[in-house]
């Protein structure tokens, strides 16, 4: 992996491939590598693949505690015109997925495409106040826990009970080396993000990936988004919970490879308006 000093925090990345650059976002638990591995490697044949282990994650160092949505996406986006990227599909999971939507709220000429993977308009936005604040509170409490008890607190609800046993230790793994400040500054930002105004101004080509047994960002959500976001397209992985990139990456991987060529195709243009 690769590091640059951005706005007086180191930011890790990885960087693989050629053709049109592709940017993949985590979520709040795991980096890019444990969260995107498989895509990267497999998508690097047609496109310039972008990983970033976002501050507080992985390699990257932790953010201030006053970060919020808005900060993460700033930071990406200086990555992004750091290293020369002018126009992206803009791919994020989870909380990914709500760094990518305000990304595209703060930074629109970056967006060539949005993929959406298990995602929300922030917690917030998608799940109502009480509901985000429920999160938050029990998020807290498990960033006070040691390695073992934070997996413990934490993996039961990001794969399905069909999930393979390799993916998810291999996963597990990545979460016992989490940063509790990372992830303090992650879950709040999730928490207090509501970007559902920005849905219906997204004028990009927009995937909506969907494990169908996702029980952190159940179907109504990726409904919702659906609905909201004009022209998006809607697909439900069947049998497969909410870290789908690691347990169906090869269906993750064909999802997005077909939509980012159709994208290409459009030239990146969403609905004409």
Known sequence: MAEI?????????????????VVLVHGFVGDGRSTWGRQIDALSDDYTVLAW???????????PDWFRI?????????????????????????FGGTLVLATFQRHRHLARSLGLVNAYAGWAGSLGRDEARARLQ???????????G??????????????????????????????????????????????????PEVDVPTLIVHGDQDV??????????????????????????????VEAPDAVTRELRIFFRSADERGGRGLDR
């Open 138 to 148: 029990a998020c807290l409490r498990a960033a006070d826990l040691p390695p073992d």
């Open 5 to 21: 000093e951005l706005q007086g925090l180191r930011i890790a990345y990885e960087r693989v491939g050629s053709g049109p650059p």
């Open 216 to 245: 952190r960002a159940p179907r109504a959500v990726a409904a919702a988004l659906h609905a909201r976001i004009p022209g998006s397209r809607l697909a439900v992985l069947p049998g497969v919970g909410h870290m789908s990139t």
């Open 53 to 63: 282990d976002a501050p507080g994650a992985g390699r990257s160092s932790d953010p």
């Open 70 to 94: 808005s900060d993460y996406a700033d930071c990406l986006a200086g990555l992004l015109r750091e290293l020369g990227v002018e126009r992206a599909h803009l791919a994020g999971l989870s």
């Open 150 to 199: 934070f997996a413990a607190a934490l993996m039961p609800s990001m794969f399905s009970a069909s999930a393979p046993e390799a993916a998810v230790a291999g996963f597990g793994a990545s979460v016992r080396e989490f940063s509790p400040a990372g992830f303090r500054a992650m879950s709040r930002a999730s928490a207090e993000a509501d970007l559902r105004d920005v849905l």
